[in-house]
Every structure is written in structure tokens, then in C-alpha cells.
């Protein structure tokens, strides 16, 4: 005795067959050939269920209200990863160059690279507890050396302590006190943020 496939099944109880195909398999089914039987009976459940669930769907408010909350749950993890900067120079690690007067006891002079970017930063703790932190971000790669706007954003583990953004020289600046574990992040608009760990 031929068979129909679950496939013709599913066809049927969703009644998609031409009508002499149909005709066949109701036939057949009327045969009493158990196993078929048995195909349409699954297929008919998983039919009527399917149909149950679009019935039973929540109102619109509630989807909508459920992905906002999801949305506001997500982690605003950019899609690049980021990369660290090195680096490269540390006034109070390197002896003064000859002929040079020495500067101020209290200011640290850091050069950071990272691919074509350089980041040079002054930290001064002259004022006491606050430490001034002047810096410059340049790209050797831009066209005709030009500095686009970039945000900048001093962070402290995962927190936040202070943002700010480039100025058309990519010069940037923040006050902060002093504290351990400080970092800086140049956020770069399609292309992977640069971490740079301040020295303690």
C-alpha cells in the first residue's frame, strides 16, 4: 500500500493541496491505513496549536512595551571591540635630552600609539589633589593631517568619571582628582575605540 509523506500531510490539514490530490489522500485515510492515520492525526494537532497560538497572540502594547524594556536592558556594547594603546614615551621614566631644561617636577609627559594614532598627554598636579590631564589625539593616516571630533572619555573600571570631545586640533582636556585605575577611551566613529591606562 503506497504511503503519503508528512510533508503531504501537513499540505492536507492546511487543506493547500489541489482538490483530486486531496480527494486521494481522504480516500485513504478512509481506507483505514493506521499509519497514515496516525501522520494526520500529529499533523492536524500541530495545526490546530498553530492556529490556538495566532489567536491567543498579546496585544500590540504589550510586544511593543517588552521590547522597549529589553532595549533599555541591553549592554551598549559598541560593535568594535577595543584596542590598547602603547606606550611609547614617559617623562619620568626617560632622561631629559641634553641641552633641554628640565620641567616642572610635577607635570608627566605620556605618548601613546596605537596603529596610525598618536595620543600625547600632559598630566599636572600642580593644584593639589586635582590633576589636569591636557591631551591631543592625531591620526597620521587622515587626509592632509586633519583632526576629525572625537569623544574622549575618562573611565575608572566600568565607570564614567568625565567625558568631553576633541577640538578641531584634537586637543581635549579634563579636571579630575587624583585616583587609581584611570583610563582613557578615544571613542573613533566606525572603527575600534583606543584604550590607553594612565600610569599610577
Known amino acids: 500500500m503506497r504511503h503519503f509523506s508528512d510533508e503531504a500531510w501537513l499540505n492536507y490539514v492546511r487543506r493547500v493541496l489541489p482538490a ?17 492515520a496516525e501522520r494526520y492525526a500529529l499533523w492536524e494537532a500541530v495545526h490546530q496549536t498553530g492556529n490556538r497560538l495566532r489567536e491567543e497572540e498579546p496585544p500590540g502594547e504589550a510586544v511593543r512595551a517588552a521590547k522597549a524594556m529589553f532595549a533599555y536592558r541591553q549592554a551598549p556594547d559598541a560593535p568594535f571591540p577595543v584596542r590598547v594603546a602603547k606606550l611609547v614615551f614617559d617623562s619620568f621614566v626617560s632622561a631629559p635630552l641634553a641641552g633641554v631644561r628640565s620641567g616642572s617636577s610635577t607635570a608627566r609627559h605620556l605618548l601613546y600609539q596605537s596603529d596610525s594614532w598618536t595620543i600625547d598627554l600632559r598630566l599636572d598636579t600642580e593644584a593639589g589633589q586635582e590633576m589636569t590631564i591636557d591631551g591631543q589625539v592625531l591620526d597620521s593616516g ?36 587624583r585616583a587609581r585605575d584611570l583610563e582613557i577611551r578615544v ?3 566606525k572603527q575600534r575605540a583606543i584604550r590607553l591606562k594612565l600610569p599610577e
Not at 21 to 36: D, F, K
Not at 145 to 151: E, I, K, N
Open 20 to 36: 483530486d490530490r486531496h480527494s486521494r489522500m481522504q480516500a485513504h485515510l478512509e481506507s483505514g491505513c493506521t499509519r497514515c
Open 142 to 177: 587622515a587626509e592632509h593631517g586633519s583632526a576629525a571630533h572625537h569623544d574622549i572619555v575618562l573611565v575608572r573600571g566600568d565607570e564614567e568619571v568625565a567625558r568631553t570631545s576633541t577640538n578641531d586640533f584634537g586637543e581635549f582636556q579634563f579636571v579630575s582628582g
Open 187 to 189: 571613542e573613533i566613529p
